[in-house]
């Protein structure tokens, strides 16, 4: 399985970027697929997950402004985010799991497959 993120750029603070993230190699349609985001010298925390039946599942900091969704027949995940401010500066990673727990979809160790990053810059 292979995770192909893209759609990350450098936009100003207000503004509004997708990001797709497409599989290959498997169909991951009974899957849970994640956004993940590591910003400069820091860890790598959980954004958003949509799980294998479309629930849906944001860190506090980004609901209301982050949108995740799915094309089971495309294969590809997407993460929508709005209303971007420069703390959203970061590399985000999608990630997908074939079985997860609820009460552990924010764990990365939790999924199996991860895609290669794209960096999101938010300027002031």
């Known amino acids: 399985v292979q995770l192909q993120a893209s759609g990350g750029g450098l936009v100003q603070a207000g503004k509004s970027l997708r990001l797709s993230c497409a599989a290959s190699?498997?169909?991951?349609?009974?899957?849970?697929w994640a956004w993940f985001r590591q910003a400069p010298g820091q860890e790598r925390t959980f954004v958003a997950t949509i799980t294998w039946n479309d629930e849906t599942y944001y860190q506090d900091v980004v609901k209301g402004r982050f949108t995740i969704s799915r094309d089971k027949a495309k294969n590809t995940a997407y993460l929508q985010l709005s209303t971007l401010k420069p703390e959203d500066t970061a590399i985000y990673y999608c990630?997908?799991?074939?079985?997860?727990?609820?009460?552990?979809?924010?764990?990365?160790?939790?999924?199996?497959?991860w895609g290669q990053g794209t960096l999101v810059t938010v300027s002031s």
């Open positions: 190699g498997r169909d991951l349609r009974n899957y849970a």
């Open positions: 990630a997908a799991a074939e079985f997860i727990q609820i009460r552990l979809v924010s764990r990365p160790s939790e999924y199996d497959h």
